[in-house]
Every structure is written in structure tokens, then in C-alpha cells.
């Protein structure tokens, strides 16, 4: 049984960082293509940052280049999310995501396996 848990969310202040963690199981971690998303209120999810493990190559939402960092242990079968520089723009539920269906590009919302969310406020 596939499951993605999200860790570390919670309040940090404009300019500020944070880092958000996704645990993992059930799967081959070490293949899987996998990705940051997010979705404020009132707003479509957004592909924020992934990790394309056919291209070999990370992405980034233009909004965060230069900000956020992914990475993945494979170790401990976690994926992470360090942002720094943080604007209350960046306030909304984070979820982590596995295995891309389809080609494009690894930011679009295409995945399998997705874990619950978790909530990253920003304040001005």
C-alpha cells in the first residue's frame, strides 16, 4: 500500500524558511518521479517543484526558482521541500506526490499517489 505523509508544515514570517518533509512507503522510491504541489484558497493545485527520474533533472515553478529546493533520500524514502525567503504568497496546503502518468513535464498535476496535504502560513 502506497503511502506519502507530509511533515513539518506550520506559521513562519515573511522572509523567513521552512522546510517540509514527505515520508514514504510501498513503492520503489528510488525510481519514482515525484513532485512538490500547492494549493491556496481559491485557487487550482500547483506544480511547485519536482524530481523527474527519467530526464534526470529537477524543475521549478517560476514563482519559486531561486527559493525552494527539493530533494529525495533515498535512504530514508523521503522526499523534502527547503524554502526559504518565504512571502505570504507561499501560504496554502503543500502535498507531495509520486509516480507521474504520462509524458510532459513532472509540474503538472498527472500523479498516481498523493499524500493528504499539509498547511504552510506565512506571515506579512
Known amino acids: 500500500q502506497v503511502q506519502l505523509v507530509e511533515s513539518g508544515g506550520g506559521l513562519v514570517q515573511h522572509g523567513g524558511s521552512l522546510t517540509v518533509s514527505c515520508a514514504t512507503s510501498g513503492f520503489p522510491f528510488e525510481y519514482y518521479t515525484m513532485a512538490w504541489f500547492r494549493q491556496a484558497p481559491g485557487k487550482e493545485r500547483e506544480g511547485v517543484a519536482c524530481?523527474?527520474?527519467?530526464?534526470?533533472?529537477?524543475d521549478y515553478a517560476d514563482s519559486v526558482q531561486g527559493r525552494f529546493t527539493i530533494s529525495k533520500d533515498n535512504g530514508k524514502r523521503s522526499l523534502d521541500l527547503r524554502m526559504n525567503n518565504l512571502t505570504p504568497e507561499d501560504t496554502a496546503v503543500y502535498y507531495c506526490?509520486?509516480?507521474?502518468?504520462?509524458?510532459?513535464?513532472?509540474?503538472?498535476?498527472?500523479?498516481?499517489?498523493w499524500g493528504q496535504g499539509i498547511q504552510v502560513t506565512v506571515s506579512s
Open positions: 524530481i523527474n527520474m527519467h530526464q534526470r533533472r529537477t
Open positions: 506526490a509520486a509516480y507521474i502518468v504520462g509524458g510532459g513535464s513532472c509540474l503538472a498535476p498527472g500523479y498516481r499517489y
